[in-house]
């Protein structure tokens, strides 16, 4: 990803960092052998003396969460540590019965890692909380608590505060959640509350990264994550402009009101007294096992893209609809292969998959791709018949042109007739009007 240049509002420079909370996918929670997947059970029906945080109850870690934590390292370029270990994290709160949370400090599992010009910090793993239910019970408002997300495996990713433009982190987010995807630890979704986010946003008028930071906390959907980053980056220079001091805390975000507002005071490292978690023993990884996780990731999106648009020379709009399903990719990429052999072009497949949604129709088996394939040559000119017929009826027409390069947009459709009678019928529509806007804006 590449970063924009500073985005200045009224001489001050937005510096935001982002902390990314990813829910893994593992069959059973971070330290007991309850089930992991909460979503729409049954409140506390998943739950132990461990997840309970009864007083007596040893936790132990869940290997498969620890791989997937070392696999999304990995996929950003960070640093494994051969040695770490998990640390309590105390606070008090209604949603962690015990008192502290098992997290990790000093010793995450990755540092250091990097995705473009975006620095990450750490990658760490931790519990999840349990979750709180605000209701109105009998006219008084009650809250309750729901222990089955208890002890699910929470990995969170800490970038530096390198972005300045919230789109940026919109963008950034969005390939994390697809990142995840792709390696097949976490699904990722936000509805569900398995990718959670917080942005820490300050202002300064310098380069310097200023000595405060204002955390948003509950941001639900990536509509509101830049919505939240943009008032409170308005409010902060607001405050300042008028010679008053921005203080640390945590704010969340109204969207009603489109303000943030305060939470609490943003605590700091030494109030959560971590030391280490005796329960569990330390953990340690070789070079081997490292590399090894190394070796068993997939192609990443990004290299997915490029490969798109580089060998398979798709539009980068189309190629972005179908690098957001690796399933998609992997069936356009076994189309491709069978569509060689009848001389079926990669850009004419991608076509049908993404404005006919052929790939939806039919099961992912290798008879049906070629079905699909045939279907399409009897339905349709390929791609290079139309590039042809495009070209040949813009270089008759260049009064059309020039009327296109005036505004003149209602000339496409004149256009278009005119390519289809060159085809004999045989031109879908939707391609031929998007190789005439390219032909016309030449």
């Known amino acids: 990803m590449k970063k924009n240049n500073q985005l200045r509002y009224k001489n001050f420079t937005a510096v935001i960092g982002l902390e990314v909370h990813l829910e893994l996918s593992t069959k059973s929670k971070m330290f007991c052998g309850c089930s992991a997947d909460h979503f729409g059970k049954r409140p506390n029906t998943q739950v132990c003396p461990v997840c309970l945080g009864l007083p007596g109850a040893l936790p132990y870690a869940n290997r498969e969460a620890l791989v997937s934590t070392l696999k999304l390292g990995l996929a950003f370029d960070c640093q494994v540590n051969n040695f770490s270990k998990f640390d309590r994290k105390h606070y008090f709160y209604a949603d962690l019965a015990k008192g502290y949370q098992i997290s990790q400090y000093d010793i995450p599992l990755c540092t250091g890692g990097k995705f473009g010009e975006i620095r990450i910090k750490r990658i760490h793993l931790e519990e999840d909380t349990a979750k709180l239910v605000h209701q109105t019970l009998d006219g008084k408002k009650v809250s309750l608590i729901d222990f089955n997300r208890s002890g699910v495996p929470l990995v969170e990713l800490v970038t530096e505060p390198d972005f300045n433009d919230p789109k940026d982190v919109v963008g950034f987010v969005k390939e994390v959640q697809l990142i995840a995807r792709y390696l097949g630890i976490s699904s990722a979704d936000m509805e569900k509350g398995s990718l959670r986010l917080e942005a820490n946003v300050s202002v300064t008028k310098d380069a310097r990264v200023p000595d405060y930071k204002v955390e948003l906390k509950n941001i639900n959907s990536f509509k509101f994550l830049e919505k939240a980053i943009v008032s409170e980056i308005d409010r902060q220079i607001k405050l300042k402009s008028l010679g008053g001091k921005v203080v640390q805390e945590t704010r969340g975000y109204d969207e ?174 939707k391609m031929i009007k998007d190789l005439l806007v390219v032909e016309l804006e030449k």
Do not use: C, H, W
């Open 256 to 429: 009603d009101q489109r303000t943030t507002f305060s939470q609490r005071t943003k605590e700091a490292a030494q109030d959560y007294r971590y030391f280490p978690e005796p329960d569990i023993p330390p953990l340690r990884f070789s070079d081997e096992a490292i590399k090894e996780i190394g070796r068993s990731l997939p192609d990443l999106p990004d290299r997915v893209r490029k490969r798109l648009i580089g060998e398979y020379r798709l539009r980068a709009d189309y190629a972005e609809i179908l690098v957001a399903d690796g399933k998609r990719v992997e069936f356009f990429e076994k189309a491709v292969g069978l569509g060689r052999e009848q001389n079926v072009s990669p850009a004419l497949i991608a076509e049908l998959m993404v404005n006919k949604n052929m790939d939806k129709d039919f099961p992912e088996s290798s008879g049906l791709i070629k079905k699909i394939i045939e279907l399409s040559r009897r339905q349709y000119a390929v791609l290079a018949e139309v590039e042809k017929a495009v070209k040949k009826v813009v270089g008759k027409n260049q009064k059309a042109a020039n009327d296109f390069g005036q505004g003149k947009t209602a000339v496409v459709g004149f256009l278009i007739g005119l390519v289809q009678k060159e085809l004999k019928g045989k031109g879908d529509p």
